[in-house]
């Protein structure tokens, strides 16, 4: 028991980053029909450039909010330059997924002539730890779950509460009835791009201040993520956060427990599993095609 209460904790903080790349990389979904393979690479990128303005004397809270602008920036500009222009093309789901693997690839070699190969090291957001069931707790894990499930509330508050998050609501389910009541298709894909790259800005800003940031750093977090958006359900927000927690909390117990050098083959066998049972994810829904 004393063994498994860290093991859950960690689990709850690598899950509550998991969940915020998982909500991002369903709100583009959901609104844009793109499987964002860049996601969590776009926000690597913006962490490098926080980075840097910490080292020139940005505080670490100003650098979270650096990294989030420059995340979410990055996925306009993506989403208008490389996306828009094949919006008509017959196979645009399958072109933008090879398109954002493309980019994660390019955003990668990038990150490595600009800043190097080498590790960069993160500061916490903030120091110490507390003691809870007799553990030491990092302060920096407890506050990032706590970011973290404040981002995911305010997420949902807005759209369920705003008008624009209605929109977007509207415009994922049906596109083309959303575009003959006047909601602006291009603003909605905009301000979705721009919240999903932000949420995986924050998940990465946590995540690199328990370790340290490298070109690749985004692959873990990227396919964790990705497995809790199928798990969760590919077009259920809510979904996606409960699938990033579970992910986060399985791949613990399983390091702890059986061995971290198998913990990828229990986590993603356990996912093929759920799968098998619920093809659409545990909170997913079946969508019926017109034939």
Known sequence: MHFLVPLLISGIVTGAAYGLVALGKTIIFKTTDTVNFAIADIATLAAFVSITAMHAGLPVWGGLLLSIAVAGTLGIVTERLLLRRIARNRYRIFVALVIMIGLALVIRAG???TWGHDPVKFPALVPGSVR????AIPLNKIVATVMALIAMGVVAWFFTHTSFGVAM???AEDPFAARLVGINANRVAAIAWFIGC???A?????LAADSALTPVFAL??????????????LTSMPGAVLGGFAIGMLDNLAAGYVSASFRDT??????????FIRPE????KTRAERV
């Open 111 to 113: 990150i490595g002539a």
């Open 202 to 206: 924050i998940s990465i800003f946590f």
């Open 132 to 135: 809870l069931a007799g553990i």
């Open 281 to 284: 994810g545990l909170l997913g």
């Open 198 to 200: 932000g949420l995986a």
């Open 220 to 233: 873990v977090p990227l396919f964790r993520a990705l497995a809790g958006v199928f798990l969760g359900g």
């Open 266 to 275: 229990i986590v993603f066998s356990v996912i093929v599993l759920v799968l």
């Open 169 to 171: 609501r509207a415009s």
